[in-house]
C-alpha cells in the first residue's frame, strides 16, 4: 500500500479523549500489569489523515493573519466534485451547501424548522447515542421504530412499524442514518425508496445522517436525496470529512438542501445563535481531502477496515460462544450482541465491560444505543491492535 496503516500512532497528550478521557462512567478502572491501552470505544480512527491534510493547514498556517474570512470556491467545488465523483450525486450546488458546526449541531437546526419542542420524532434502534442526546436536550420526544434482523442476521427497517408510529403519534420529522449507526447497515435503494415513500405518504420531512457515507466495505451508498424527485426536496443531508479522514477536532460539517424554502429557513434557524462560523483551518483541511489523493487514500482506507472487519467477525463467531454478531457493511465500528453470553455466565453488561477494560480493551457501552447486552467497538486501528485487542478478550474476557 501507498500509505501507512500499519503504524502504531502514540496519541498521549495528544487531546485523544480516546486515550487521555477512557469510557469508564462507574469509577476508576485498574489495568491488568503489562497491558497497555487499546482504544475501540469512540468513533474515530487511529490512523494518521491524507497527508494532503496536513499540507494544506500548515501551508496556510505559514502566514500570520487569521481573520474574519469568506468560504473559498475551492471549497464549494471540493464539495460538489467529491459527491459527483466518489457518491455518484451530480445534483448539488453551491446554494444547496451550507456549513454546519457539527452534524448533530445541523440536526438540531432543522429539527427547530420542522417541529415544535415537544413534538415525536421517528428514529430507528438501535439508536446513535448523539441523536438520543440532542432529540431530549431540545425538549424533542423521541419515537423508536426497532429494526430487525431477518433470517441472515441482516438489519432491516420495519415498514409495517414506521407507518403504525407514524400514524399513532402524528409525526412530521424522523432521523434517518444512512449508513445506519451503530449497525453498520448500507441500505440498498429499494428499501431508501420504500421508507421515503411512506414519509412522502404521511408528509414527514426527513433529516439524514449520511457523515458515515465513504466508509463502505461492502454494496454502495446511495444519498437518500438521489432515490426520487420527492425526496430531493423532502430531505436535509448531513455530511462532513471528519469520519472520513479523522478531522473531527477540527469542527466543520456540512447539509446539502435542495429546498429553497426549507434552506432558507435553516440558514435562518442556525444564525440566531451567532455560533454556526466555520474555522479557517477546518476549510482548508477540508479542501486537502477533498482531493485526488483524498480519493486514493480512501481507498486503501476502506480495505483496510475491510479486513479489520472480516478479521473480527470470523474470531468472534470461531471463539466468542454466545455472542452474536453481524458484519457492518459500512462505517468501522463493530456492534456486537452479548446477551446469550452474559446471561449463561450470570455476569451484567457493566461486569463484562469491566473484564475488558481490566484487559485494556476499551469498548462502549452498546445499551446506551437503546439495545441492552450490546458493546460497540472501533476497529479504526492497525490490525496487528485488533489482533491483540481479541487475543485478549478471549484470554481475559470470553473464557
Known amino acids: ?35 497497555d491501552y487499546i482504544p475501540m470505544w469512540v468513533a474515530d480512527m487511529n490512523f494518521a489523515t491524507v497527508p494532503t491534510v496536513t499540507e494544506a493547514i500548515i501551508e496556510r498556517a505559514k502566514h500570520p493573519t487569521y481573520g474574519y474570512f469568506s468560504p473559498r470556491d475551492e471549497y464549494y467545488d471540493s464539495i460538489i466534485s467529491w459527491h459527483r465523483d466518489v457518491k455518484g450525486d451530480d445534483s448539488l450546488t453551491r446554494e444547496s451547501i451550507g456549513y454546519e458546526n457539527g452534524v448533530l449541531g445541523g440536526v438540531a437546526t432543522a429539527l427547530h424548522v420542522l417541529c415544535s419542542q415537544g413534538d415525536k420524532v421517528l428514529v430507528h434502534s438501535p439508536t446513535y447515542v448523539g441523536f438520543t442526546g440532542v432529540l431530549k436536550n431540545n425538549g424533542y420526544h423521541i419515537v423508536h421504530s426497532p429494526l430487525v434482523r431477518d433470517e441472515n442476521g441482516v438489519w432491516r427497517m420495519d415498514f409495517d412499524d414506521m407507518e403504525k408510529k407514524i400514524e399513532e403519534n402524528h409525526i412530521h420529522a424522523a432521523i434517518f442514518c444512512s449508513p ?42 446511495i444519498p437518500t436525496q438521489t432515490v426520487s424527485s420527492d425526496a430531493q426536496q423532502r430531505t436535509v443531508a448531513m455530511y462532513a470529512p471528519s469520519k472520513t479522514f479523522n478531522l473531527a477536532g477540527l469542527v466543520g460539517s456540512y ?34 481531502a477533498y482531493s485526488p489523493e483524498g480519493r ?104
Open 1 to 35: 500500500m501507498k500509505y501507512d496503516f500499519e503504524s502504531i500512532i502514540d496519541r498521549r497528550g495528544k487531546d485523544a479523549d480516546a486515550i487521555d478521557v477512557l469510557p469508564c462512567h462507574w469509577g476508576e478502572v485498574e489495568v491488568r500489569d503489562g497491558l
Open 296 to 399: 486514493e487514500w480512501l481507498g486503501e482506507l476502506r480495505e483496510v477496515i475491510g479486513a479489520n472487519l472480516d478479521y473480527a467477525c470470523e474470531f468472534i463467531r470461531d471463539n466468542f460462544e454466545g455472542v452474536k454478531v453481524t458484519r457492518p457493511e459500512g462505517t468501522y465500528m463493530l456492534f456486537i450482541d452479548c446477551k446469550d453470553f452474559c446471561l449463561k455466565n450470570g455476569l451484567t453488561l457493566k461486569e463484562l465491560l469491566f473484564k475488558g477494560f481490566e484487559a485494556g480493551v476499551f469498548w462502549q457501552n452498546g445499551e446506551d444505543f437503546n439495545l441492552e447486552y450490546s458493546i460497540r467497538m472501533n476497529l479504526a486501528l492497525p490490525l496487528s491492535r485488533v489482533k491483540e485487542a481479541f487475543d485478549r478478550l478471549k484470554k481475559y474476557v470470553f473464557c
Open 180 to 221: 445506519h449507526n451503530p449497525t453498520g447497515r448500507v441500505w440498498e435503494r429499494w428499501e431508501i425508496e420504500k421508507a421515503m415513500e411512506i414519509y412522502r405518504k404521511h408528509d414527514v420531512y426527513v433529516i439524514s445522517d449520511e457523515i458515515w457515507s465513504d466508509l463502505i466495505t461492502k454494496g454502495r451508498h
Open 255 to 288: 447539509h446539502v438542501v435542495h429546498n429553497r424554502w426549507l434552506r432558507e429557513r435553516m440558514l435562518k434557524e442556525s444564525s440566531l445563535g451567532h455560533y454556526n462560523s466555520m474555522n479557517l483551518l477546518s476549510m482548508y483541511a477540508l479542501i486537502g
